[in-house]
């Protein structure tokens, strides 16, 4: 039995912690629930409405009070023309192939480039990692379209690479990089390097210096050591920025956009197309859910390992 | 260091800065031209100041980023301190993906989610839904920030004001908030340079009468390449550098501390 006027302070300031522990976290929830959730919510109904009903408010309207039959009338007149075209029409298929395609492709660029770059940072002199680390993540924070934009002074036929190339007697005729498939995988690796080694970087700086000169001492060789000791303790940095980068590379639109050809198909163009050019916000809306259909898993996958690398940018 | 590990630094880094080298270069090209250089000038820089369409994008760019990186902050912060002060609380994974979910959500499903959700509501487009747009995909990159400083702060100061009879408001006012002041600073920091950057989103839930600095230099860029976006690129890099390296400096020195 406990004395109830001993415990009423301390329950008193417990009751008053968790009360203050609701107030701190509420409104980030519901700024996001109404603002992120919310949001996602409405755009799966509007993928199921009528591409002629594509104003407001959306048919099918969901009537919950009116119970069962308000549920059975929604539910019958969910209509999933959009997503049936988006399975016949085949520059969908295609576009769904192409996001996967330059996303994965970029991916392993992505690994074999960032690897090192992480590597080096980590063994870097201490006093000079801070900066070295900024230096990285600069870019990172500056202006994303011009930094796309930059590539087209340099990927052009006439462009800086070109001019190079045939300076050094290389080529003779310019070559054509830009719009093509290798311009869109080299934006998407430029843009995307940061966010492929700054988790990379956490991850290795914080490996044990021992392990690495025990198998030193026992006589393996430098690369040795990285492929055999470095590496595989690294899978999990590594798999961390491939899943950071894949994901929103999938729904990718200036970078396809400004230094692909018109064939270029990605699902984040595609969405941007059918809504501005097109003005079919349904079709749009479905091409959404399908984005998200696509990089739900990988989120999953990586929830974890987003939270603790992005933990050490800046 | 070896030769090995100093290549791949020099190499990566050459890699990361050397487009945004060659815009600063061409933005002091007297020459339209991208690869003739016809000595150098600041014309572009003349005719940048003479634009006002691009003018008035800027301060609308500015006034957005400003009202959406104090926001941001704000529930970025509350975010952090639920996440590391909180323990378990019930819906905690609903929590942890709405906050860092932004971060990694393609922005074309954010920003035309956004939208179809301000239509529903019957909210009119312009810099409110912007400024909505941005507080949220903003939210969670600033409780990143926060919440990696949070975590290395000494958590028997907190326990100590505590113990000492301070209500859980006095020990966040007098306490935890001041030791969080330069995460604070870098949090907001890149919340503006963020919503400063946005391109997409902005696309989709501006309205009319508030056309951002990125909307306004994409509708040039995709004209072709533009000695002024040249000047008008380097102005923004070397802004956005101060403050990321103001930034990084702020949370280096408190690391250290």
Known sequence: MRAAGAEAGPARVRKRGRLFDRLVRLPPFLWLAAFFLLPFVITLKISLSEPATAIPPYLPLLDWRGGLDGWSAFLEA??????????????????????????????????????????????????????????????????????????????????????????????????????????????????????????????????????????????ASPSRVFWTVTVPLSLPGIAAGAGLCFIPMVGEFVIPDLLGGSETLMLGRVLWSEFFSNRDWPLAAAVAVLILAIVIGPVVLFRDSLRAGEGEAP | MSWVTRTALVAGLGFLYGP????????????????????????????????????????????????????????????????????????????????????????????????????????????????????????????????ARLRGLDRSLEEAAADLGASPGRVLMTVTLPLLAPALAAGALLAFTLSLDDLVIASFVSGPGSTTLPMRLYSQVRLGVNPEINAASTLLVGLVSVAVLLASWLTARRGQG
């Open chain 2, 20 to 147: 945004i080298v060659v815009l600063i270069v061409y933005s002091f090209n007297a020459s339209p031209m991208v690869t003739v250089w016809g000595g150098f000038s600041t014309r572009w820089y003349g005719a940048l100041l003479a634009d006002a369409p691009l003018l008035s994008a800027a301060w609308v760019s500015l006034k957005v980023a400003f009202l959406a990186s104090l926001l941001a902050t704000i529930l970025g912060t509350l975010a952090a301190l639920a996440l590391e002060r909180q323990g378990r609380f019930r819906g905690r994974a609903l929590f942890t993906g709405l906050v860092f979910g932004p971060i990694v959500m393609p922005e074309v499903m954010i920003g035309l989610s956004l939208l179809l959700m301000f239509i529903g509501i019957g909210l009119d487009r312009g810099l409110l839904t912007i400024v909505i747009a941005h507080t949220t995909f903003c939210t969670g990159f600033v409780a990143v920030v926060v919440g």
């Open chain 1, 78 to 219: 969910l209509n999933f023309d959009n997503y049936l075209t988006l399975a016949a029409d085949p520059l969908y298929r295609d576009a769904a192939l192409g996001s996967l395609t330059y996303a994965g492709v970029a991916s392993l660029i992505l690994v074999a480039l960032g690897t090192p770059l992480a590597y080096a940072l980590a063994r870097a002199p201490a006093r000079w990692q801070p900066l070295l680390v900024a230096l990285v993540i600069v870019p990172f924070w500056t202006s994303f379209l011009i930094r796309i934009y930059a590539w087209i002074a340099i990927l052009k036929p006439e462009g800086l690479l070109n001019l190079a190339l045939r300076r050094l007697g290389l080529i003779d005729a310019p070559l054509t990089i830009l719009n093509t498939d290798a311009a869109v995988i080299v934006g998407l690796v430029y843009a995307y390097l940061p966010f492929m080694v700054l988790p990379l970087y956490a991850v290795m700086n914080r490996l044990d210096p021992t392990l690495r000169e025990a198998a030193a001492d026992l006589g």
